[in-house]
């Protein structure tokens, strides 16, 4: 069975680092690409960006670029979404999914979510 | 980025109705267009591929249309399980953009 096993809700302040995770299993981790999405609160799904492990060949939204960084460890089965320095406006529940290998790209599994919440 | 228009941004309905959501690319995107489900407080649930593959486990009440620009999802008898938030998402571009979403709600 599929699985995205994401890492637990967050505290954090303005300025704050942070690293959060996606583990899947139930498959081979490395040959998928997996995508991070955000969904601010009572808003839509944004796509972030979506990284390959197999060689962290890794894309963005134009919107994310420089603000975010996505990450991989193919030893571990493990995809990372991080900030060197947190906003209140990065507060939002972000959800990694697997896209499905080849056309049309599909996000075919999803974490069950991280949220996380800056305030000061 | 490739922009993604759903019409209506919400819709009433009764059990039972028949309710189709659209979905416009601001670019021809061929039949890269994906559907989504959302319940509150849940992670999205994979409907449709390819603008009308029906996904493995999902009822055939449910159905998806359309090429290039415009696109279709389709309830042919509204359930009520099927009260939800609804997403396109196109995978024609590296930058795979999701729609506004469509919020359907019991009348």
């Known amino acids: 069975e599929v699985q995205l096993v994401q890492s637990g809700a967050e505290v954090k302040k303005p300025g704050e680092s942070l690293k959060i995770s996606c583990k899947g299993s139930?498959?081979?981790?490395?040959?998928?690409?997996i995508g991070w999405v955000r969904q601010m609160p009572g808003k839509g799904l944004e796509w972030m960006g979506i990284?390959?492990?197999?060689?962290?060949?890794?894309r963005y939204s134009p919107s994310f670029q420089g603000q975010v960084t996505i990450s991989a460890d193919k030893s571990i089965s493990t995809a990372f979404l991080q900030w060197s320095s947190l906003k209140a406006s990065d507060t939002a529940m972000y959800y990694c999914?697997?896209?499905?290998?080849?056309?049309?790209?599909?996000?075919?599994?999803w974490g069950q979510g991280t949220l996380v919440t800056v305030s000061s | 980025d490739i922009q993604m228009t759903q019409s209506p941004s919400s819709l009433s309905a009764s059990v039972g109705d028949r309710v189709s959501i659209t979905c416009r690319a601001s670019?021809?995107?061929?039949?890269?267009l994906n559907w989504y489900q959302q319940k509150p407080g849940k992670a999205p649930n994979f409907l449709i591929s390819?603008?009308?593959n029906l996904q493995s486990g999902v009822p055939s009440r449910f159905s998806g249309s359309g090429s290039g620009t415009d696109f279709t999802l389709t309830i042919s008898s509204l359930q009520p399980e099927d009260f939800a938030t609804y997403y396109c998402?196109?995978?024609?571009?590296?930058?795979?953009?999701f729609g506004q979403g469509t919020k359907v709600e019991i009348k």
């Open positions: 999914a697997r896209q499905s290998s080849g056309w049309p790209y599909s996000f075919d599994y």
């Open positions: 139930g498959y081979t981790f490395n040959t998928y690409w």
């Open positions: 990284i390959y492990p197999f060689d962290s060949d890794t």
């Open positions: 670019q021809s995107i061929s039949t890269y």
């Open positions: 390819a603008a009308s």
């Open positions: 998402q196109q995978t024609y571009s590296t930058s795979r953009t």
